[in-house]
Every structure is written in C-alpha cells, then in structure tokens.
C-alpha cells in the first residue's frame, strides 16, 4: 500500500494496480492482437534478420511477438509481473523462442546505452507522467542509426474535447496520466534530438459496452463511465466520433505512429553520457 495518494510512487503504485487487474482482460482484448494494426508497427520499425528489437511497457507481448517473426532477438519491458506472465504465455502459444522479458522502470531502462537496433513503445505513453525522460531513455538504449517508433492515442487539437476525452480516460484507468495532441508527440521527438518522424495514423475502434466490461474505473463508477461516454454524443465533446449505433455508444481512438531514426550524431541526451 502507498500512503500518499500523490507522487511517483503513488502514480507506479496505481500503475501496477490497474494492470495487476486488467493483465488477462487485456491480453485477451482483441485490439491489442489485429494483426493490421501489428504489421503497420512493424513496418514503420522495419526489423531485419539481424536486429534486436526492445518493446517498452510491453504489457502481453504482442508487439515483441510480432517483431521476433522478423528479427534476431526481440526482449519486452514492463513495470507489471502479470502483464509480463501474460506476455511469456503469449510467445509460448505462438512458439516464438526468439525473445526475452524483463521487469523494469521506464525511466531508467536496464540497458546500456547503443544496445538495440529498434525499440518501441504501444498505447503507454498516456501512462508517464514523464514521457520526455522515458523517449529520452529509448533513444539511449537504441544504436545510432536504429529506429525510435512510439504509437498512441492522440487527443483532439480542441482543449475542451481533449480534457472531455481525458476526463474519461481518468475515471476508466485511473492510471491514465493522458492523452496528448498530435502536436505534443512531434515536440517529444524534437526535444530528444530526432528528426522529423515518419507518421502513419490509423483508428481503434471502440463500443460502449465491451469497453466498460473491460475496464476498472474510479470508485467502480461503472455508470459514470457509461453516462460520460453517451454525453459526448450529441456534440461529440470527446472528439472521438461518437455516435450511437442501436443501444449501445461507438467511438474511436484517433492514433498515430511515429517512427523516427537515431542520428549518427546525437547529443548528448540521447547517449546518456
């Protein structure tokens, strides 16, 4: 338990909670494992025969599964020991040898730095409450010449559906630190010394009704969550397309990737030294 309801270790303790919780439910949510959406990451990342490839808050391995079909070595990070137990039965289900997992902070990756040709980070980057130091970290471990690819959620440029989208977030994963606007990941990349990404933006569907069952939220405010999704219909104060479709809500994650290449000079941030 963490007395203090604020704080790094507070925001890690919740961290650990939710994903303690949701390890199963998430390994098993089928969005995490489209194989449409996998091969996009995979392509921006371009993995050769000859790469070791580093995910980071790998939850249940999919990326780091998908990415050992094409390298040499593909080792998974997360902070959550069940996450990573759904990850180990991920890779043993789809015999994938090939890869490694390891339980460890974001902010402090246990690597040395110039270590991976690629490494990557899924749908995490609303949960750092410092996504700067965590991009900084990547870029660390990757070689000089390797490849940066962050994917995430991205909220709308409007602030009031940004915080809207937000505020459910909040209430559905208390862990959610939030999503930023497109704007905001292109500044990470140039505050970490990388050039220009290369951007490949896609949707995740979503449905009212799955997504609560899947979720945990504040104070088990099932209800809450339902009553904040469906008032964003009529004006779509979320800025996530909602509309109804029968009894139930649909909506989307408007989310992009970003892949961007470690250049040969790099300062100093980027080698840690």
């Not at 899924?122 to 410092?130: I, K, T, V, Y």
Request: charged share 25%; glycine share 6%; net charge negative.
């Amino acid at each position: 338990m963490v007395s203090d309801s604020f704080g790094p270790d507070a925001h890690d303790a919740r961290i650990r909670e939710q994903f303690s919780r949701q390890a199963k439910i998430f390994a098993e949510a089928p969005e995490l494992h489209n194989e449409a959406a996998l091969a996009l990451l995979v392509e921006a990342a371009s993995p050769r025969p000859t790469d070791e490839t580093l995910d980071v808050a790998c939850g249940p391995g999919s990326v780091v599964v998908a990415m050992a079909r094409h390298a040499r070595h593909s080792v998974g990070l997360d902070a959550t020991a069940a996450m990573l137990a759904e990850a180990r039965r991920l890779a043993e289900a789809e015999a994938v040898p090939n890869v490694e997992w390891r339980q460890g902070d974001v902010y402090a990756l246990p690597f040395g730095s110039d270590r991976f040709d690629i490494v990557t980070c899924r749908f995490a980057f609303h949960h750092f409450e410092r996504p700067a130091v965590a991009l900084q970290e990547m870029v660390r471990v990757c070689k000089r010449g390797g490849s940066i690819v962050v994917c995430d959620a991205i909220t709308s440029d409007d602030p009031s559906k940004a915080e809207a989208f937000n505020r459910m977030e909040r209430l559905r994963d208390p862990s959610t630190v939030g999503f930023r606007p497109f704007d905001a990941l292109l500044a990470l990349f140039a505050d970490a010394g990388l050039s220009s990404p290369e951007m490949r933006f896609f949707q995740v569907p979503a449905e009212r009704e799955q997504m609560v069952r899947r979720s945990f939220p504040a104070g088990g405010d099932y209800d809450g969550l339902r009553r904040m999704i469906d008032a964003s219909v009529d004006d779509d104060a979320m800025g996530s397309g909602t509309r109804r479709s029968g009894d139930t809500v649909l909506f989307c994650y408007p989310s992009v990737i970003l892949s961007a290449i470690k250049p040969a000079l790099c300062r100093q941030t980027c080698s840690g030294t």
